[in-house]
């Protein structure tokens, strides 16, 4: 059974950081491409970066691009994301999301992920 884990999630001010990790379990980790998505209070659940299966591509949303990283580290069966100079606006729940297909590059909408973490809720005060 495969099982995705995030943690890292907190109370930060604006401008500051937070960084999240997500591993997995239940199957190799290393051919599959990986995602964080997140979903604020009354929204829809939003893609917030990916990266391909061995890590070589990356993709952001553009509310991120600059202040967000995302990595993996196959060893650890782990992803990661990497939050700088957080605002206000990024307050939400952010999931972790693996796909099922091995081998595939970078993935940016929901339906593309099959397996889901329970999320970690990050929240910036102002």
């Known amino acids: 059974q495969v099982q995705l884990v995030e943690s890292g999630g907190g109370l930060v001010q604006a401008g500051g950081s937070l960084g999240l990790s997500c591993v997995v379990s239940?199957?190799?980790?290393?051919?599959?491409?990986m995602g964080w998505f997140r979903q604020a209070p009354g929204k829809e659940r939003e893609f917030v970066a990916a990266?391909?299966?061995?890590?070589?591509?990356?993709y952001y949303a553009d509310s991120v691009k600059g202040r967000f990283t995302i990595s993996r580290d196959n060893a650890k069966n782990t992803v990661f994301l990497q939050m700088n100079s957080l605002k206000p606006e990024d307050t939400a729940v952010y999931y972790c999301?693996?796909?099922?297909?091995?081998?595939?590059?970078?993935?940016?909408?929901?339906?593309?992920?099959?397996?889901w973490g329970q999320g970690t809720q990050v929240t910036v005060s102002s």
């Open positions: 999301a693996a796909d099922s297909v091995p081998l595939r590059e970078v993935l940016s909408t929901r339906h593309e992920y099959y397996y």
């Open positions: 990266l391909n299966w061995n890590g070589a591509s990356t």
């Open positions: 239940g199957r190799t980790f290393s051919n599959y491409a």
